[in-house]
């Protein structure tokens, strides 16, 4: 090769010639610094992002979560309330009946017949089988054939004119309120042998 081919040779591969910056090293430097710069600013927004959005999050949870604690302790106090009260209605129905006990037996003395005694009684319990009525009481039907959900034998007596299982006597009434027995009556009732 002669001088001149290798001039031109070495002018083809000059980094001036080919636009190629000398300094190869720098400028892959600076680029690559200001990719890391970017990448870095651009996960800190992310990051702060990420945090309020956790931030938002929590703060939701945690009100929520005292909702729901209120709404548990406001439902435990009704409750409450209902079981600490719920009789307060049948105490208002008793408190009439309850004073003319009271008034009875002021008006009671020695002169006092025994028969207006007896119907003082059965006047005052008229009124509180009244007012047990007013709340759902009402007594168990013994005028039929023993069934053992409304009644309990608890003797029987033979009695060929009746037939099997007629209720004869009632030692002690039964109740229900609002259609569910709370008492059954004890009853005595007919057998064939």
Do not use: C, M
């Given at each position: 090769m002669t001088d001149t081919n290798e001039n031109n040779v070495n002018n083809l591969h000059s980094p001036q010639q080919d636009g190629i910056n000398k300094e190869p090293n720098k400028s892959i430097d600076q680029e690559w610094k200001e990719l890391q710069d970017k990448t870095a600013t651009f996960l800190s927004n992310e990051l702060e992002e990420q945090r309020n959005k956790y931030s938002e999050?929590?703060?939701?949870?945690?009100?929520?979560?005292?909702?729901?604690?209120?709404?548990?302790?406001?439902?435990?106090?009704?409750?409450?309330?209902?079981?600490?009260?719920?009789?307060?209605?049948?105490?208002?129905?008793?408190?009439?009946?309850?004073?003319?006990?009271?008034?009875?037996?002021?008006?009671?003395?020695?002169?006092?017949?025994?028969?207006?005694?007896?119907?003082?009684?059965e006047m005052l319990q008229d009124q509180l089988i009244n007012s047990l009525k007013a709340v759902g009481l009402e007594p168990v039907s013994t005028d039929n054939t023993f069934n053992?959900?409304?009644?309990?034998?608890?003797?029987?007596?033979?009695?060929?004119?009746?037939?099997?299982?007629?209720?004869?006597?009632?030692?002690?009434?039964?109740?229900k309120l609002n259609d569910k027995v709370i008492r059954v009556a004890t009853v005595v009732v007919s057998t064939k042998e």
């Open positions: 999050l929590e703060d939701q949870y945690k009100r929520l979560w005292a909702d729901q604690q209120n709404i548990v302790n406001r439902f435990n106090r009704e409750r409450l309330d209902i079981v600490r009260y719920a009789a307060s209605n049948t105490i208002e129905a008793l408190l009439p009946a309850l004073d003319n006990f009271d008034f009875a037996k002021r008006s009671i003395n020695a002169n006092t017949k025994p028969e207006d005694v007896i119907k003082s009684i053992p959900e409304l009644h309990e034998a608890v003797h029987k007596v033979v009695d060929s004119s009746k037939p099997e299982g007629t209720i004869l006597e009632v030692l002690k009434k039964g109740f």
